[in-house]
């Protein structure tokens, strides 16, 4: 995946257990595990249109994902439940 629309992004990360809080220039999305906060954190600009390349590495990155895997969370192959097991597989959380 070369690039991500700034609002599919947004979109996906809520509808897989993130929880958005507005602030500033950026929105933050937590991911949501049993109600509470845990430390994934993305946080996503009000002005980029897109994302890619160097930003697609960080959000990668915040979400404690490979590249390869956020195409497959983003193109919805991941499910909310895959990406929980695949943070606690790899000690993300």
Known sequence: M????GKELASV???KG???IE???HEKYYF??????TPIKVIVSRGNKSYSGTLLNYVSKEMGLTKA???EFVQCSMSEADYL???LDNKKL
Request: charged content about 35%; hydrophobic content about 25%; glycine content about 12%.
């Open 13 to 15: 990360l809520e509808r």
């Open 85 to 87: 097991e695949y943070l």
């Open 23 to 25: 602030g500033g220039q």
């Open 18 to 20: 993130f929880q958005c």
């Open 32 to 37: 949501m595990r049993d109600g509470k906060r």
């Open 2 to 5: 070369n690039e991500i629309p």
């Open 69 to 71: 895997k956020l195409t």
